[in-house]
C-alpha cells in the first residue's frame, strides 16, 4: 500500500487524525488521489489507514489505525457504529445526524435522517469517489425513500471539488413536513438550508424557549425560526424574527401559520437592525452564521461578534436575558467569552451566565481533533441595578 512518512512532532503524534502537507517527511509507492493510503513515522513504524489527497492543506486523514480498505464492508460496520451510539441518545432517531465525519470515523462523510429521507454531504475526495458504496450500504441498512447528495458546502473547495446536488436513490420527495419539539416546520431537502434544518440547535430551541413566557423576543439570524417559533409556542408576549434572506423571511412567516403563532418577520441585516432598533426586549436571540471559516479572519469575526453582542446589550431591558451562539471552531468557547464579556464592558452591563449551550448528542466531539467541537453558545441574564 502507498503512503506517507510523517515528520516528528506532527499534530497525528498527539491524536489528531489529520496530516498537513507541511507534515510530510516523504512519499512512497505513488499514492493517487482519493486513495487509501498507509502513514508511518519516522522510524517505519505503522500509524495506521488514511484517505489522500494532494490536492488539499490536509493531504491525508486517518480513519483506522489499522490497515483497512474503503470498501462495502467498512461501510456497513462503520455506519452500524455511528448509527448505535445515536440509539442510546435521547435525540429523535428519525430527526437526526446519523454519521458525523471524523467523529464517527468516516472522514468527510455526513448523513442526516429527515424521516424516511436521508440527506449526504461527501466533503472530501475519497468519500466522494465512493458515494456509490455509501449509497449501498445506507439502503442495504435503513431502507429509505430517498437519498439526496447535498454537495453544496463551500468546504469541498479546499477539497478541490465542485458543487453538486442530486438525488441518489428515490425522486424528490418536495417539501417534507417535519415536528420536532412540538414545532412543525416544512423543509426543501434538496435546496433549502445546511441539509434541511439546524440539526445541532434542535435542543436549543426549546432550552431558551422555557425562558420567553410573557417576553418581548427578538430572533436575529433567524433563518426558518426556530427559536422564535419555540419562544411564541412557550408563551411570549411578542416575538420579531430577522434574517436577512427574503427566503429565510418567507418560511418563518410560512412556519408561524403552520404553528398558529404570531411572528412578525423583517428581512434585514441584522447588524443594521440592531443598529437602528429603538425598541427594547426582555430576551435577544443571537444565532449568525460563521463568521469565519480560518484562522486568517478571525480577528474580523471577534469584531463582528463584538459588534452584534454590544448592540445587542444596549436593547435589553433589566432582568433580560441574551443568548447567543458561535458556530466556527475557530472561535473557542473561551475566546467567545471573553468577547461577550468584553462588550458587556464597553455596554456598561453586569451579565450573569444562567446557562451554557453545545452542539447536540448526535453531533460527537472527539477531543483531539478540536475542530469536531464547533457550536458553542451562552445565555445570560442582565442583572438590574449594577
Known sequence: MPGLVIKPRSRIFHGHDWV???????????????????????KDRPLGSAIYNPSSQIVARRFS?????????FFIRRLKLAFSLRDRFSVDPKLCRLAWSESDGLPGLIVDCYGKHLVVQTLTLAMDQRIDLIAEALKELLAPETIILRNDSPMRKAEGLEPEN?????????????ITGGLQFEVALLSGQKTGLYLDQLDAY?????????KRVLDCFS????????????GAA?????????????AVKSNALRNDVEINAVEANAFDFLKSCEEHY???????????????TLGDAMRGYKE???????????????????CSHHVTRELFLSNICAAAVDAKRTLRLVESHAQREDHPVLPTIPETEYLKGFTFQLLPGR
Not at 425560526?225 to 412557550?234: D, V, Y
Not at 444565532?287 to 486568517?296: H, I, L, N, V
Request: charged fraction near 25%; glycine fraction near 8%.
Open 238 to 250: 411578542a416575538v420579531t424574527c430577522v434574517d436577512i434572506s427574503a427566503d429565510a423571511v418567507a
Open 282 to 296: 426582555d430576551l435577544i436571540i443571537l444565532d449568525p452564521p460563521s463568521f469565519t471559516r480560518s484562522k486568517k
Open 20 to 42: 498537513y502537507s507541511s507534515e510530510v517527511k516523504k512519499a512512497f509507492g505513488d499514492p493517487q488521489p482519493g486513495d487509501v493510503i498507509s502513514l508511518k513515522d519516522f
Open 308 to 326: 452584534i453582542h454590544l448592540r445587542a446589550l444596549k436593547l435589553l431591558d433589566p432582568d433580560g436575558y441574551l443568548s447567543t451562539f458561535s
Open 65 to 73: 489505525r489499522r490497515k483497512q480498505e474503503l470498501d462495502h464492508e
Open 206 to 214: 426549546k432550552r431558551v424557549a422555557r425562558l420567553a413566557a410573557g
Open 223 to 234: 433563518n426558518q425560526g426556530g427559536f422564535g417559533l419555540a419562544c411564541a409556542k412557550a
Open 166 to 178: 442530486r438525488i441518489l436513490h428515490g425522486s424528490d420527495p418536495g417539501p417534507v413536513p417535519l
